[in-house]
């Protein structure tokens, strides 16, 4: 059976990876001064930053429409005996519910939940492209990744909450405190939602690595088949060779994968955002 794997944009796969595993991409749409752009196509986090940077208002996303997923579809769909894709939580944006309604206009088209984002739910699509190697329906196929979303591990730690006030995600009051106190929150993907799981203190490079160590050390249950990633918006070459040198040093993963997160995430957690993610067994 031939099963073709797509995804929205906001599974934060490089270009190699995509390449690599026949991924199609459907990007989300950025909103920047009222004009419409889209994510890591006639957009780039870079720019976003710049904008920001210089006074401009925060961007915005909003998510793959169904007509945009029809057109998506229609193809893929014709071409292939089925197609599996895969979306952002649905705790996070309507893209998964716009997707399924789309896909209901197929009779071998499905849409799944990963139940996270950035490369967590990269993992989702990489661990889909393994397992459509061999899947004998597009049924069981969907049922076996929505199994294994619950073994995806992901967080990310925050030098800077500017974004996060911006977007309404943290208020001015916390931020401050967090200032003051050179706090830089972790944040943890959990049952498809966002939450602080811990608050790590001083310069941000020796967060990191001790985030990085906390995550990792001691660890028996991890599914070191499947790749780690490290993925940050834009942090410093100090912060980036600390991070890369305590996952190494660890030596548990066959693959590390070293990503970019792409205009998604970037609008919502800006510069100075760095995650570790992987695969429990």
Known sequence: ??????????????????????????PLTVIKDGREFKDN????????F???????ALCSTTAVSIGEYQEFFAPLAAEYDGVLHINISAEFSSTHQNACLAASEFDNVVAVDSRNLSTGQGLVVLKACRLAETAESLELLKADLEAFTDKVEASFVVD??????KGGRC??????GANLLNLKPCIDVKDGKMGVSKKYRGK???????YVKERLEGREDLDTSMPIFITQTKVSDECYAGVREAVMAQGLFDTVYET??????????????????????
């Open 50 to 56: 710049a904008h920001v940077a210089g006074g401009g």
């Open 171 to 176: 208020s001015s009051a916390a931020a401050l």
């Open 41 to 48: 196509v006639t957009i780039t986090p870079a720019e976003i």
């Open 260 to 281: 970019v997160a792409g205009c998604t995430v970037s609008c919502h957690c800006g510069p100075g955002t760095l995650g570790i993610l992987f695969v429990r067994k």
């Open 204 to 210: 941000y490079d020796k967060c990191l690595v001790s």
């Open 160 to 165: 800077k909450l500017e974004y996060l006030v």
């Open 1 to 26: 059976m031939r099963i073709k794997i797509t995804s929205d944009s906001t599974c934060d796969l490089s270009p190699a990876i995509v390449d690599q595993y026949n991924i199609s991409i459907v």
